[in-house]
């Protein structure tokens, strides 16, 4: 998690709105609610439908993210070979769903996005070719 580092014509800018742990911009995923992307990413990854809801009930950010590391919870299967295609899923449902983030994306134009804060894998490296693109 960390707000979003945008890199673009010798000028850098942050971009709080795309923290997944920014609740400003609720958002309906699989048919139910969420606070923030870190919120329905960490509930994807378990089987258990209670869990689940446990996590969607939570308000606290920093407490939802140890929920997501708990292994306590049958994991949904072969988890880390979906997990990024998750992710995505998730932030671009969010963005869909609120003009005001399509147009802070938008204003990003061929900007670098970076997540500094967050660890190596989603952070500065790692993820970016797992992503799908738009070369167009």
Do not use: C
């Not at 998730?90 to 005001?100: F, L």
Request: aromatic content about 12%; glycine content about 8%; charged content about 25%.
């Amino acid at each position: 998690g960390g707000p979003a580092h945008v890199s673009q014509q010798a000028k850098n800018r942050i971009i709080d709105e795309f923290d997944n742990f920014d609740t400003s911009y609720p958002f309906k995923y699989r048919g139910k609610t969420w606070l923030s992307a870190e919120q329905a990413y960490q509930a994807a990854k378990f089987v258990d439908p209670h869990y689940q809801r446990k996590i969607r009930k939570e308000n606290n950010p920093r407490v939802i993210w140890a929920m997501g590391q708990s292994r306590q919870h049958a994991m949904v299967p072969l988890w880390n070979q979906i997990r990024v295609l998750v992710m995505y899923e998730i932030n671009k449902t969010r963005i869909d769903q609120h003009q005001q983030l399509q147009r802070l994306l938008q204003s990003t134009g061929d900007g670098v996005i970076t997540f500094p804060g967050s660890d190596e894998f989603w952070g500065t490296g790692g993820v970016s070719d797992k992503f799908p693109h738009n070369d167009s």
